[in-house]
């Protein structure tokens, strides 16, 4: 159709890739028109995806799908390695990159920000789509402000690159801006208080513990621990299966089209 979105999908052989290209070939606003990965290069991205062909074939040169094939919104799944190339890649071709692909750090984000400033095109980067996960995290911060004593246990399958996760990262940022804002502080460790084992208590990331766990069988979860005086507050969300990010990811192309500025985070996106 003449006013469908057109996207392409980066990492559109990996298990988060290829429920992109699913969801993307059953929306009827947007079409697929470009899948790249380093692996099943000349296969058929719906057969990889689904078991039944879509009439697009994996390449493995990003910059020449986007110069060839021209779409509106590039999806990336990929690696912290290679994420950051393919969102330049993106933009020197005018393409408005939605990317989920997680351990991009403070320096990369402030580079991507400087290119949409440069080139006019916007962006999302979100490091859940799930929007159960979105209001895990709002729930978090609003805690926070009465219950600043917090850990955060994040649980991934064992093939994720990053940890602490970058919802874990985020959901430890919201509550750090909700304990100032209320003018709370957690409740300091016992002087001369140590770890046995180094790294037990977990990371800290602004003044959050986040403990992270890798094994096969999970898929991306997440639990905030509040502790106060005679009670324990709970706030988990778990994500069975990447079907789920979906919503997210769609949500995330449509709106990204005719934007200007770096979206961070799909709470921003909700209306």
């Not at 979105?5 to 079409?31: H, K, P, Q, T, W």
């Not at 709370?184 to 990371?203: C, D, I, N, Y």
């Not at 513990?209 to 709970?234: D, N, T, Y």
Request: aromatic share 4%.
């Amino acid at each position: 159709m003449s006013n469908s979105i057109r996207v392409a999908v980066c990492g559109a052989a990996g298990r988060m890739g290829r429920e992109v290209v699913r969801a993307v070939a059953e929306a009827s606003d947007l079409i697929l028109v470009g899948a790249v990965d380093q692996v099943e290069v000349g296969r058929d991205a719906g057969e990889v995806a689904q078991g039944k062909p879509l009439g697009i074939s994996i390449q493995s040169n990003l910059a020449e799908v986007l110069s060839t094939i021209r779409p509106q919104v590039l999806v990336d799944f990929t690696e912290p390695a290679a994420a950051l190339a393919n969102i330049q890649t993106a933009f020197a071709h005018g393409v408005a990159p939605v990317v989920g692909t997680t351990g991009l750090t403070e320096a990369d984000l402030a580079q991507v920000a400087l290119w949409v400033r440069e080139t006019g095109v916007g962006a999302v980067i979100a490091p859940n789509f799930a929007l159960g996960a979105v209001l895990m995290m709002q729930f978090a911060q609003q805690a926070a402000r009465y219950l600043p004593d917090v850990e955060i246990i994040e649980l991934h399958h064992e093939r994720k690159l990053d940890a602490p996760s970058g919802t874990a990262l985020l959901t430890a940022g919201k509550i750090a801006q909700a304990r100032t804002a209320a003018g709370l502080a957690p409740v300091p460790a016992p002087e001369g208080a140590f770890e046995r084992t180094p790294g037990a208590r977990g990371a800290s990331a602004h003044g959050v513990p986040i403990h992270s766990v890798r094994l096969p069988g999970l898929v991306a979860h997440q639990e905030v621990l509040f502790g106060g005086p005679g009670q324990v507050l709970s706030i988990r969300h778990d994500s069975t299966d990447r079907r789920c990010f979906m919503p997210g990811v769609l949500l995330a192309i449509r709106k990204v089209i005719g934007r200007k500025d770096l979206v961070l985070g799909l709470e921003n996106l909700l209306d």
